[in-house]
């Protein structure tokens, strides 16, 4: 073959990507295209609390067996994602009026149940996602930090380590991919739990980028969240342009896939790069960035474009 999944294989580094149910469920090309070109495939939305219990006790596989079903067909790894976020909570999670005992209770089932299912078929976790503030160099006062403090982060990590003692879990967040004050902040709590041996195995760095991202210090940043021991990945890689986007800005799009895949390629112990979604038919920016798009490898018809073309070339 000669997809990016073929081409990467060399270097050791798996190409992954999101996937949704609505996009899985079209025959034909999203299909061809997800099992040619990748080695990975995150649950875009499929493992999130809100769609997996969406009432209290009725839980819901069918999109998250979906998922796995297929990877598992085309010889492909699975990033689960997530367990522990402030968004996607079902109503009944975010809107119940629940004493920190319960909750912490009810995330502890959460973690079990949904670990525990998929145990042996996940290959990484997502356990903890966005936990750290936009600014000020806190944890973000999510609901599972006001009610539980800190300690759910090590809480939720050893609960997800004894439910699935092979999986490999991770803390994932936005905007920490270069030296700054939200990346300090993370290196911190990564640090802590890593000196009192709590379970965490990896770092993912979302990477949803713009042209203007500044990435001068992508490498030093990787290498030392590397250096404490850990694993790194590129977990939802993006390039969003503002709307209509120019040849000239599909151009530095490509630059900056490439410039992210070469820092992974730098550093040994980074052992996936993940785009989140493949094709700009499916993806979340236009949705969360109005007035953004055309991000992804691959255009709404599934054409390739500059980035498509030069992550091939890198790898
Ligand atoms: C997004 C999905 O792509 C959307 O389809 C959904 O509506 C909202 O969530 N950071 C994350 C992901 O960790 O879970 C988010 O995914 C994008 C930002």
């Known amino acids: 073959g000669s997809g990016l999944r073929h081409r990467g294989r060399a270097s050791g580094v798996k190409i992954g990507t999101a996937a949704q149910p609505a996009a899985m469920a079209?025959?034909?090309a999203y299909q061809a295209v997800l099992s040619q070109e990748f080695d990975s495939v995150t649950s875009e939305s499929q493992m999130k609390w809100d769609i997996v219990e969406p009432a209290r006790g009725a839980y819901d596989w069918t999109s998250s067996e979906a998922l796995v079903r297929f990877a598992e067909a085309?010889?492909?790894?699975?990033?689960?994602?997530?367990?522990?976020?402030?968004?996607a909570l079902p109503g009944w999670v975010a809107n119940?009026?629940?004493?920190?005992?319960?909750l912490r209770d009810l995330l502890r089932e959460h973690i079990q149940t949904v670990v525990g299912r998929y145990k042996g078929r996940v290959a990484a976790w997502d356990v903890i996602n966005e936990p750290i503030a936009d600014t000020g160099g806190k944890l973000r006062p999510s609901l599972w930090m006001t009610a539980l403090g800190p300690g759910y982060i090590a809480d939720a990590l050893r609960w997800a380590h004894?439910?699935?003692?092979?999986?490999?879990l991770?803390?994932?967040?936005?905007?920490?991919e270069a030296v700054n004050a939200k990346s300090d902040a993370l290196y911190n709590v990564v640090r802590g739990l890593r000196r009192d041996g709590v379970p965490v195995d990896g770092v993912g760095f979302q990477s949803h980028l713009a042209l203007s991202t500044n990435l001068t210090t992508l490498d030093a940043n990787l290498r030392r969240f590397a250096d404490l021991g850990l694993d790194i990945a590129i977990t939802?890689?993006?390039?969003?342009?503002?709307?209509?986007?120019t040849p000239a800005q599909h151009?530095?799009?490509?630059?900056?896939?490439?410039?992210?895949?070469?820092?992974?390629?730098a550093v040994a112990r980074?052992?996936?790069?993940?785009?989140?979604?493949?094709?700009?038919?499916?993806?979340?920016?236009?949705?969360?960035?109005?007035?953004?798009?055309?991000?992804?490898l691959f255009d709404a018809t599934y054409q390739p474009k500059p980035a498509y073309q030069q992550l091939r070339q890198l790898l």
């Open 170 to 176: 991770y803390i994932n967040d936005y905007g920490v």
């Open 270 to 296: 980074c052992v996936s790069y993940t785009v989140w979604g493949f094709t700009d038919r499916y993806s979340w920016v236009p949705y969360a960035y109005p007035g953004w798009g055309d991000a992804c």
């Open 162 to 168: 004894e439910a699935d003692p092979g999986a490999k």
């Open 236 to 245: 939802e890689m993006d390039v969003r342009l503002p709307l209509p986007a």
């Open 74 to 87: 085309n010889g492909q790894i699975v990033r689960g994602h997530t367990l522990v976020w402030h968004d």
């Open 251 to 265: 151009v530095a799009q490509a630059g900056l896939y490439t410039r992210v895949l070469q820092a992974c390629l």
């Open 26 to 28: 079209e025959n034909g």
């Open 96 to 102: 119940g009026t629940f004493s920190p005992e319960q």
